[in-house]
């Protein structure tokens, strides 16, 4: 069984609303245990095999007032049958907020309500602890969000890139054309790709990467975005 990943706490009304327990957990913390009902969920989209979903829950403390919450999950495809309208889930409530206790659903993990920087969220919630670079350009590629290491393997910040082609920044005379080529044919049909190619440094150095595609598809199959991971190659000489 896979952890269950929370990523932000209730919000202060919620907090309130669950002062008194009946267990105390580590830390000397309250919990108490009721139930979460799913009331509706929409997938609105796809990255590889698994899913990002929509979800409006109903929670209900133990002799308490139910209330609800709305939260986006990240679901593995062999999931999916466990989500239906009306199921049930155990869960432990706590001034942090909602933690399932169903080993069902510690395959899940839940980005709570909707963050500001939804992409690179659902991106963070799926990759965690990557130590490789990672990208999310939007569907016509022009990069919308880099995590640390990626600023750290290419100079560049987070500032410097948004809004910008990769073309425009990391290519240069040692890229082969051809497998640029390959990825933009593969984008064109929002299908995933993988090509190791010669990028360079801000500060002018070349070195080589392999560079993985994987679209994000929206629940019509239109891709909204694209993330990229960016694996540097340290031991390949260059050409």
Known sequence: ???????????????????????TASFHEEVRYGEGRVLEYEIIGTVGKFSLVDVRLEIV?????TYEI????????????????????PVGI???????????FGNVSRAVSKPP?????????????????????????????????????????????????AVQLFFGALTDPAPVDRIRRALRHGESCSEELVM????????WTRLTYSPILISSGVVRAFVVIGRT???KPLP
């Open 61 to 65: 403390p133990p002799q308490r007032e």
């Open 94 to 104: 706590t001034s942090r907020g909602v933690d399932f206790v169903d080993p069902l």
């Open 233 to 235: 190659l340290q031991e």
């Open 1 to 23: 069984m896979l952890l269950l990943k929370r990523w932000a706490p209730m919000n202060s009304t919620d907090a309130d609303r669950e002062q008194t327990g009946k267990a």
């Open 117 to 165: 920087n939804e992409l690179s969220q659902i991106i963070l919630t799926l990759f965690p602890q990557t130590a490789e670079g990672m990208a999310i350009t939007d569907a016509d590629r022009r990069i919308l969000w880099v995590n640390e290491t990626l600023e750290n393997d290419s100079g560049y910040s987070l500032e410097e890139l948004r809004g910008k082609y």
């Open 70 to 89: 709305t939260e986006q999950w990240v679901i593995p495809g062999d999931a999916h049958s466990y989500l239906q309208v009306g199921i049930r889930i």
């Open 200 to 207: 360079y440094h801000k500060d002018g150095h070349p070195y």
